[in-house]
């Protein structure tokens, strides 16, 4: 005998009870991994945190590890395409002419400083920023390979932007950003409970677009900055970044 398409599936309330569960452990691992790192979190903490039970990790995900590749691909992938559709409508704009770095740079920050649309902006800025400190091997690869495409694409349009840098120097200067990137967001996350130098003392904490401007200032002129000469010799004055 022959089953009907809809005895093979699972009834429509056991389904809708797994896709549940599942979203849930996917956002308290989220929240979890953000503030203690996976390696801080147990298996427990999770499903605590998600009110399911023993089994659910391993029922839905198979391991941790395994949960925290689908934790970093929920809040990596959708960023990476905001930054690359971002990129492709200047690039396209653009055509053959040159780039405005303030805009390349805006593409490639702004989607890691916006607040997603579940509105967890804090999480996701913790999380982005752990992303590069786990020391799982797997994870690592997994982010290495998210970033690749990124890497390209945006290094090309710099260059396109910044004619004058060679390959080492935009290699550092954005080592130097996205180090400046990280400890900003962790900054901004923790400033009210950091303790403030008299000078600063009082200062509220920056509104996240206001944040977000203050950094791509600092960016572009950090990427744009005068290229270093030997000793002896002038140096070529600051870039002019193209502003079409």
């Not at 389904?15 to 956002?27: F, G, I, N, S």
């Given at each position: 005998m022959r089953?009907?398409?809809?005895?093979l599936s699972p009834p429509a309330g056991l389904?809708?009870?797994?896709?549940?569960?599942?979203?849930?452990?996917?956002?308290a691992a989220g929240r979890l991994f953000a503030q203690h790192g996976v390696e801080g979190t147990s298996v427990r903490d999770i499903i605590k945190?998600?009110?399911a039970n023993l089994g659910a990790v391993n029922y839905h995900f198979g391991t941790k590890e395994r949960l925290a590749l689908e934790v970093f691909a929920h809040r990596l992938k959708?960023?990476?395409?905001?930054?690359?559709?971002?990129?492709?409508?200047?690039?396209?704009?653009?055509?053959?002419g040159r780039l405005n770095l303030e805009r390349?740079?805006?593409?490639?920050i702004r989607p890691a400083l916006e607040s997603p649309s579940d509105g967890s902006a804090a999480d996701c800025m913790r999380l982005m920023s752990r992303c590069f400190q786990e020391p799982n091997p797997d994870l690592k690869t997994f982010v290495e390979k998210e970033f690749a495409e990124i890497a390209r694409r945006f290094d090309s349009a710099?260059?396109?932007?910044?004619?004058?840098?060679?390959?080492?120097?935009?290699?550092?200067?954005?080592?130097?950003?996205?180090?400046?990137?990280?400890?900003?967001?962790?900054?901004w996350l923790q400033f009210d409970?950091?303790?403030?130098?008299?000078?600063?003392?009082?200062?509220?904490r920056p509104q996240l677009e206001s944040f977000t401007r203050q950094f791509l200032a600092f960016a572009v002129a950090g990427v744009s900055a005068a290229i270093p000469r030997r000793r002896g010799r002038k140096t070529s004055g600051t870039i002019t970044p193209s502003r079409k």
């Open positions: 089953l009907r398409s809809s005895q389904a809708d009870a797994h896709v549940a569960t599942r979203a849930a452990l996917l956002d945190a998600a009110g959708p960023v990476n395409r905001e930054r690359l559709a971002r990129l492709d409508a200047l690039e396209q704009a653009a055509g053959k390349v740079m805006d593409a490639l710099i260059r396109r932007a910044v004619p004058g840098l060679s390959k080492g120097e935009l290699f550092w200067r954005l080592k130097f950003l996205f180090g400046a990137l990280h400890h900003g967001q962790e900054m409970d950091m303790p403030k130098m008299p000078h600063v003392a009082g200062l509220p």
